[in-house]
């Protein structure tokens, strides 16, 4: 897990998306984005790459609200990558590893999240660390569950492979 204060330089932010709403990040989505402002703020990252597609319904891609909400709080328009066709973290980390093959990344997640995302980043080949953010607002039996969720697609995932995983699911 990277400590924000003790980590080197990496190329590239990935933001696992998270719901919006009409365009705006849900306070777990903007706590991921705030997160990886203060990784760039601090110098650690050059690009951040902002994942998500959208629902039935909505007008806009998670993505594309994460890069409106980073834009809005001063990251350039040239740092920020988008990548809207992702519906999960599989899905989403698949499309980004062709982009991002050999460079070293970082996934910002939420703490219950992390060691799935850096387990699939690893099945997909990326070079990947991961990041938690500190205000996630995931409390309670809400974040009992999704622990017990992640825990559980953990050990399906490194029994069966994440892909089949991904499969299943769907």
């Known amino acids: 897990m990277i400590r924000l204060l003790a980590v080197a330089r990496v190329d590239a932010v990935i933001v696992l998306g998270a719901a919006q709403y ?8 903007a706590a991921r984005l705030d ?6 703020q601090r110098g650690l990252v050059e690009t951040v790459v902002v994942t998500g597609g959208k629902q039935v319904g909505d007008r806009f891609t998670e993505a594309e609200s994460g890069r409106e909400y980073l834009a809005e709080r001063g990251m350039p328009a040239a740092v920020i ?27 910002v997640s939420d703490p219950y999240h992390v060691l799935r995302a850096r387990l699939v980043a690893s099945e997909l080949g990326l070079d990947a660390d991961v990041s938690a953010t500190r205000t996630s607002v995931i409390r309670g039996v809400d974040a009992l569950r999704r622990n017990m969720r992640e825990a559980l697609g953990v050990m399906v995932g490194r029994i069966s492979g994440f892909r089949q995983l991904e499969a299943w699911l769907q």
């Open 22 to 29: 009409d365009g705006r990040p849900s306070p777990q989505f």
């Open 35 to 40: 997160h990886a402002l203060l990784l760039w």
């Open 81 to 107: 990558q988008v990548e809207p066709r992702g519906t999960s973290t599989f899905s989403s980390l698949e499309t980004v590893a062709q982009q991002l093959a050999n460079r070293r990344v970082v996934v």
